[in-house]
């Protein structure tokens, strides 16, 4: 985790620098007056968000018990420590312990094949793998606190362990898949700490249920603990409704293998850091103008209520005294430039 954290605050510095320079306007909160009633501020509360990106996840596991048997550039095998090793043969050897737990039987022990008990020495097995994650979510926006939910499926790609300690005797070893699937279903909480007319930055927390994908991971020999994902969103406002954001995050997960027949249940921890890039549309709380002569580009109101502009679009910005639509003069446009009398 330690060598997580300093690439990922570099990250925070960097993004947050970058976006102090962009961001011109003062902290200043936006109070808008809805008269269309109460029902429409509630569901101008809502916002829907998408986003995409990409992860590193770092395995570790510890092994602590069992024997191991490491074959000469072959397999890496526990085994019970109580069995009494005698000629030349193993009575039984568990493999796959990362994900789905199988034996083997009669196992052969060649001369230059390496036999360590763990319970005397621990040994730690690490490998770290990249993920691709797709991700959308509901969440409603109180002041500047957000409340949600969500639901991730995430491609992830597997990890070559390798030990800690006895490097000459022990060899990595890889997986027997290459990719599998993880989903997970959450809780969303966030709260605001910057906010100007086209910037926010909000510091937010995941908290949930994951699992990775029944056909390389044996669900009847793990069990899943809740993870914990902490991020920082750089959210840049493209108009009243619609902003992209970047987050860094770190993420802190863990399961646990049990191995059948040896017993032995194995902690797989599995932090990761991500850096996702994504939209967030909020439902609009206006209705759009409904007169089919009116052009106008604002907020506006006809009779006691206000309505979005028709000629606007919701993901244009808004410059909320007189719209955005046509920011340059028509007469300077184009063809236009070169003639006297462009109207
Ligand atoms: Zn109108």
């Avoid at 409603?140 to 070559?160: I, M, P």
């Avoid at 056909?215 to 409704?241: A, C, M, T, W």
């Avoid at 759009?288 to 993901?315: A, D, E, L, T």
Wanted: aromatic letters at 16%; proline letters at 5%; one cysteine or more.
């Amino acid at each position: 985790m330690q060598k997580l954290l300093k690439p990922f605050f570099i990250c925070i510095v960097l993004a947050f620098g970058t976006f102090i320079a962009t961001a011109q306007q003062p902290m200043e909160k936006k109070k808008q007056k809805n008269p269309n009633g109460a029902f429409s501020k509630f569901i101008g509360g809502f916002s829907l968000h998408a986003s995409t990106g990409f992860g590193m996840t770092f395995f570790s596991h510890e092994i602590q018990g069992p024997g191991i048997l490491q074959q000469k550039d072959g397999n890496v095998y526990l085994f019970d420590n109580f069995y009494v090793i005698g000629g030349d043969s193993l009575n039984t050897g568990y493999t796959g312990w990362t994900n789905n737990a199988q034996s083997s039987s009669n196992i052969p022990i060649g001369d230059e094949d390496f036999l360590l008990g763990t319970d005397t020495l621990a040994i730690k097995y690490k490998g770290a793998g990249g993920s691709i994650p797709f991700s959308v979510a509901v969440s409603y926006t109180f002041d500047r606190y957000r409340f949600g939910g969500g639901v991730t499926y995430e491609q992830s790609f597997a990890a070559k362990y390798y030990p800690n300690a006895l490097t000459n005797d022990l060899q990595p070893f890889k997986t027997d898949f290459v990719t599998s699937s993880i989903t997970r279903y959450y809780g969303y909480v966030g709260g605001e700490v910057f906010r100007s007319i086209r910037h926010t930055i909000a510091i937010d927390a995941m908290i949930g249920t994951f699992k990775y994908g029944k056909k390389k991971f044996n669900p009847d020999q793990i069990k899943y603990k809740l993870f914990v994902n902490i991020g920082v969103s750089f959210e840049r406002s493209l108009s009243e409704y619609f902003k992209v954001f970047v987050r860094p995050s770190l993420e802190i997960k863990r399961y646990e293998l049990t191995i059948p027949g040896l017993n032995y249940a194995l902690t797989h921890s599995a932090p990761a850091m991500y850096f996702s890039i994504g939209a967030i549309i909020r439902i609009p709380d206006l209705n759009k103008c409904p007169v089919s002569q009116c052009h106008s580009q604002i907020n506006h109101r006809h009779g006691g209520n206000v309505y979005r502009s028709k000629m606007h679009p919701f993901w244009k910005w808004q410059n909320p005294n007189y719209g955005q639509n046509y920011p340059q003069l028509i007469k300077y446009k184009g063809k236009n430039k070169k003639k006297k009398n462009p109207y």
